[in-house]
């Protein structure tokens, strides 16, 4: 079904063409579409990670699919600012302090979406392990769908709606865990990987938790406060 | 407030680990509960528990890092009445409360401290409660971790849960897994002569090459599977998946028995599940879930050690 941002964009007669416009060449080794961590292994598909976001209805859906994109253990946590009524930053990382915050050793990807001279434009780039990928710049220029975080910057009234960062919670973290725990084990061919043998090794076959789980609540509570203790 | 006027009481379960709700980020409260069954699950294992006291507590976030006690908060009316560490609260509470076959923590523990109250379950980073479909209880973490009661049979030399001999046959294990997989998978290749950082495992290629597991490739100066260690793959990839089917729902304690009857060692047995789960690909991550400290960096010298193998029988321990 159509969002109300596709029709607008639709409306508007946007159509969208990915592709290069600037600056790669396609046998620049930093456009490799894999890429590989140097301790885990753990790759990521770029040309995946580019889509979700030209996707993404906002963060949250985002969030869901870049890690329905991931195959490692970590859930990779977003931090989307609009830096201007023109120019957007989505950050990728692993909170590895639980902290919500981007450190710089924590970053993954940053993807970097500004308008030029009337064209709008969106380029990727690796940090820490994953840095030397760069992606091409993809024009927005014309009308194919997508979804609302691209699209809503066609309507006559955009106003820049994360001015105020939005940064994935502690909370949605374990929420993304558990769901995309499902999606794996409804994916299993995505997930195995083939031995020579010509069976298969498990991997990140999850266990319980289905969309029809409930709770979810932690045990932990954060108040930024001095404490006395309790004898 | 001190610890012993707190409000500290029994709860019916759905309302302790607030399983009527979906993710009350205000959610504070604390209580026990015993329950007939509960799963205590991380990313790569899960295990089920029955006849379990669970004890809800809430630790502060933003408490002092401790190596091994973790700092609770106590609300009541919704206002902080006290702050405790997790050892003065269960020194005080858990001799009152009903026995049980398993206790388990029900607290984040956002520094990862190693707990040292002997027998009780707690987590690794957030713990969070869920309310599966047919009324199965979930606690997710991490990892989950168990201080051992005492030394048991387990033992094999003082500080070792494991002979040196099965530890080269598990070793070898992983060194094949690694061979067997493609690099991008998590596969490696190890070179003729092993870098330092992979020196611990020389012995393991050698012991692999006089079984006629892995052949040195003069011309690419690499270890390589032969066909009879890929036929070895097959059989143990098989030996865990009919683990998994067998026993995946079932209580650790039971498993130990069974296996234990069969004369299978259960550490073969948590090692094999592990192993081809993949949850001890990355051995430098597992330490980090886990809360281990410090944490070896060179996963090779961690294989080799007796510390990755006493946590393991740690999960097997005291059931």
Known sequence: MLTKTKLLAAVLGVSLAIGPVAGCSSEDKGNERWATTANTNVKIDWDKVNEAYKQAEGPEDLEKRLNEIYEGDEVISVHVQDLDDKSQV?????????????EESEKIFTIRREVKDGNA??????????????????????????????????????????????????????SIHNTRSSYRAANPERFQRRSQSGRAYGGGKSTGGTSRSRGGSRFGVRRDITRVRAA | MKIADLPFRERPVIELLALDRDDDP????????????????????????DDALLIAIHAADDGAPQDR????DFEVDHQLVASADASAFLAHW????????????????????????????YGAGDVR??????????????????VRRVSTELEKRPGAAISDEDKMTY???????????????????????????????????????????????????????????????????????????????????????ELKRRRIDPLRARFVWGWYDGEFDDLVHWQEQR???????????????????????????GE
């Open chain 1, 90 to 102: 989505v950050t990728g990382f692993f909170d590895k302090d639980s902290s919500g915050t981007v």
């Open chain 2, 94 to 121: 858990l001799p009152k409360l009903p026995a049980a076959k398993h206790v388990v923590l029900v607290m984040c523990n956002p520094h990862r401290a190693q707990l040292a109250v002997p027998g009780v379950h």
């Open chain 2, 129 to 146: 409660a869920w309310l599966d479909p047919g009324d199965r209880i979930r606690l997710t973490a991490d990892a989950w971790r168990m």
């Open chain 1, 121 to 174: 434009q969106y380029q990727t780039m690796g940090h820490g392990y994953y840095a030397g990928y760069h992606s091409p710049f993809f024009s927005i220029a014309s009308g194919m769908l997508m979804g609302a975080m691209l699209s809503s910057m066609f309507s006559p009234t955009y106003v820049p709606v994360y001015t105020r960062p939005y940064t994935t919670s502690q909370s949605r973290i374990s």
């Open chain 2, 171 to 257: 070793a070898g294990l992983y060194i094949l897994k690694k061979l067997d997989l493609k690099p991008e998978e998590g596969g490696l290749t190890f070179p003729g002569v092993l870098p330092s950082e992979l020196s611990p495992l020389d012995e393991v290629l050698q012991q692999l090459a006089v079984d006629e597991m892995v052949l040195l490739n003069t011309k690419k100066n690499r270890w390589d599977l032969t066909k009879k260690g890929i036929a070895y793959l097959g059989r143990v990839i098989d030996e865990a998946t009919d683990l998994i089917d067998e026993f995946d729902e079932d209580e650790m304690e039971d498993v130990v028995e």
């Open chain 2, 291 to 317: 809360g281990v400290k410090p944490v070896e960096r060179m996963w090779a010298f961690y294989l080799m050690s007796d510390e990755f193998w006493n946590e393991l029988a740690d999960e097997i321990e």
């Open chain 2, 69 to 72: 006690d973790v700092e609770l």
């Open chain 2, 26 to 49: 205000d959610y504070a409260g604390y209580g026990w509960a015993k329950v007939e069954r509960v799963w205590l699950e991380s990313p790569h294992w899960r295990r089920r528990l």
